[in-house]
C-alpha cells in the first residue's frame, strides 16, 4: 500500500495512524503541498480535487481520511472493533466521523491553518467552534473512555490528529481534563504513531 499525504496534515494522519494502529505495512509518499504537487498532474490523476491523504491498496485508489479510515476498518479489521456493525454503535460512530467533517474541521482545524500557516480564514470563529465543540466532548467523555462504546473506534482515530493539536491554533486543552485523558488513551493504543507538532505550534505533550 501507498498513502499519499503530508506529515503536518492531520487529515493524512488520520489515515497513517489507522494504517500503524492495524499494524498494515504501507509506504508513505510525500506530497509537497507547498510547492503545489497537489495540483501537479499526476496527483490530480489520484484524486480529482487535489486533496490529501490518497490510499493506494492494489487497483483501489482511494481519496478522503474518514473513507480510507472505514475502508480499512472494513478490509483488514475482521474483529469488527474499529467500524461496529450494530446499527446504534454504527450511527454512534458516524455521528462523530460528520463531527471530525464539520466542527474539527472548522474548529481546531481550520484555527490551526490560521496559526501554523497562515491561512486566509477567521480564526477567532474557528476558535470559538473548537470552544464549544470541546465544551461538549468534555461533558460526553465524562466518565468514558472512548468516544464509542468500551474500545477505541474509528470515531478516535478521526478525532485525535486536529483535537491534540488544538493548542497549535491558539486553542487550550487545559480546561478539558476529559479530552486529555481520552488523548492520552488514544496515545496508550498498540501501533499508535504522533503527528509532529510545528516549530510554531505547541507540542501536545506541554498542553
Request: net charge negative; glycine share 8%; aromatic share 8%.
Amino acid at each position: 500500500m501507498k498513502l499519499y499525504g503530508s506529515p503536518l496534515s492531520g487529515h493524512s494522519h488520520r489515515a497513517e495512524l489507522m494504517l500503524n494502529l492495524l499494524n498494515l505495512p504501507y509506504e508513505f509518499v510525500r506530497i509537497n503541498m507547498a510547492e503545489r504537487e497537489n495540483r501537479g498532474a499526476a496527483h490530480l490523476a489520484r484524486n480529482p480535487f487535489g486533496e490529501i491523504p490518497v490510499l493506494e491498496d492494489g487497483d483501489v485508489t482511494l481519496a478522503d481520511s474518514t473513507a480510507i479510515l472505514v475502508y480499512l476498518a472494513l478490509k483488514y479489521d475482521r474483529s469488527g472493533r474499529w467500524l461496529p456493525r450494530e446499527p446504534l454503535a454504527a450511527a454512534q460512530v458516524q455521528r462523530w466521523l460528520s463531527t471530525a467533517a464539520g466542527k474539527i474541521a472548522y474548529g481546531p482545524c481550520s484555527a490551526r491553518l490560521v496559526t501554523v500557516f497562515g491561512a486566509p480564514l477567521d480564526g477567532a470563529r474557528a476558535q470559538d467552534i473548537a470552544a464549544r465543540l470541546f465544551d461538549v466532548m468534555e461533558q460526553e467523555l465524562a466518565g468514558r473512555d472512548w468516544l464509542v462504546g468500551d474500545h477505541a473506534t474509528i470515531a478516535d482515530v478521526a478525532g485525535y490528529s486536529y483535537i491534540a493539536h488544538a493548542p497549535e491554533g491558539g486553542v487550550s486543552l487545559k480546561p478539558y481534563p476529559h479530552i486529555r485523558a481520552w488523548l492520552d488513551n488514544v496515545r496508550a493504543l498498540p501501533g499508535f504513531v504522533a503527528m509532529p507538532a510545528t516549530v510554531a505550534g505547541v507540542a501536545p505533550e506541554e498542553i
